[in-house]
């Protein structure tokens, strides 16, 4: 599994810049922004959803001040209903746990099962989230975040959530 120290690790290894913000363990936006985290408009919130058969998976990341419209969404993605995954599904595809959900947990994904969506909102600036722990924020580019992504085997697409 790919931990913590294997994110930076692997963020060093490819001279991707980011900045590191240690925290309290944080499980929602609000919890985040009460720990006081710098960038607080750039953070994402991330969801992992499933389609109502178990076949297609998601991790979606929007802007963190926004609500995500499961049906729009499926809409854009031409997918079946939509709904949140499991714990359970979370920890087998991603080998995340519960307020951890993060981009990063991707590179878990040796499958490739889950498809990355970002929010149009971050393209052009910083993203904000976590290492594969809810203990520290890492801020980098959003463009390195899904190249990163991309040239480890993940499909990524970049839409207008808001």
């Known amino acids: 599994m790919v ?17 590191s913000i240690l925290h309290k363990a944080v499980f929602s936006i609000q919890e985040m ?24 998976y998601y991790l979606v990341s929007i802007r963190n ?3 995500a419209d499961l049906k ?6 031409g997918s079946r209903p939509l709904s949140f995954a499991s714990e359970d599904d979370l ?5 995340l746990g519960k307020g951890e959900v993060t981009p990063f947990g991707l590179l878990n994904d040796s499958d490739h099962r889950v ?21 520290e924020t890492l801020f980098l580019k959003a463009e390195k975040l899904v190249s990163l992504l991309s040239e480890e085997g993940t499909e990524c697409t970049i839409l207008d959530l808001g």
């Open 115 to 135: 498809r990355f969506i970002l929010d149009s909102f971050f393209s052009g600036g910083v993203i904000g989230i976590h290492p594969n722990v809810n203990t």
């Open 65 to 67: 001040d926004r609500t």
């Open 33 to 56: 922004e009460e720990a006081g985290v710098m960038h607080g408009d750039r953070i994402a919130k991330n969801l992992f959803l499933r389609d109502d058969r178990k076949r297609a």
């Open 3 to 19: 931990g913590r120290d294997d994110v930076i690790a692997l963020l060093e290894s490819r001279a991707i810049a980011f900045e």
């Open 72 to 77: 729009e969404l499926r809409r854009m993605l």
């Open 91 to 95: 920890h087998l595809l991603l080998g």
